[in-house]
């Protein structure tokens, strides 16, 4: 090889080792780049869960809210219905039991013997509602 060859060769290698290290510094730039864009998008990551947290526990604080509103509404409708059925509950024997122990009887209480005289005329059914009703208003026990 002439001389002439190696310079050109030595000037092109050295050429190569310049452009070499200019690339690697390069690289290490974007190396550093590429870090700083995942820790920003690390951090809008995390930004993002915390608000979805943070709108999730409102959104159960809220849902625990009106279900407790809704529990306290619906026990005050069932006092109240209660109370209602109460006072709609009957006290009085129907009519048609209050005129035949109207014939039959003399006082608040009846003996079996005298009540089954005179459910006879009733059907068996009659006389089982008839006696259920005596029972509820306290007549017989």
Same mark, same amino acid.
């Given at each position: 090889m =002439?001389?002439e060859?190696v310079?050109?060769?030595?000037t092109t290698?050295d050429?190569?080792?310049v452009?070499?290290?200019?690339l ?7 190396d550093?780049q590429?870090e700083? &864009? =995942?820790?920003k998008?690390d ?5 993002v869960e915390?608000q979805?947290?943070?709108v ?6 809220g849902?625990?809210?009106s279900l ?7 026990e005050?409708? =069932?006092?109240?219905?209660?109370a209602?059925s109460?006072? #709609?509950?009957r006290?009085t &024997?129907p009519?048609?039991?209050?005129? &035949?122990l109207?014939? =039959? ?5 009846m003996d079996s013997?005298a009540l089954?005289k005179?459910?006879q005329a &009733?059907s ?9 009703e #005596?029972?509820?208003a306290?007549?017989?026990k």
């Open positions: =002439n001389k060859t310079e050109q060769l030595t290698a050429r190569l080792a452009a070499a290290e200019a690697s510094r390069v690289l290490d730039r974007l550093a590429q700083a &864009l =995942n820790a998008v951090r809008i990551v995390a930004a915390e979805r947290n943070d999730s526990r409102a959104d159960d604080a849902k625990v809210t407790q509103s809704r529990v306290a509404e619906l005050k409708a =069932n006092q109240e219905l209660k209602q109460a006072r #709609m509950a006290k &024997l009519p048609v039991v209050t005129a &035949l109207g014939k =039959n009887s003399d006082t608040d209480q013997a089954d005179t459910l &009733l068996v059914e009659q006389r089982i509602a008839v006696k259920a #005596m029972a509820r306290g007549i017989i």
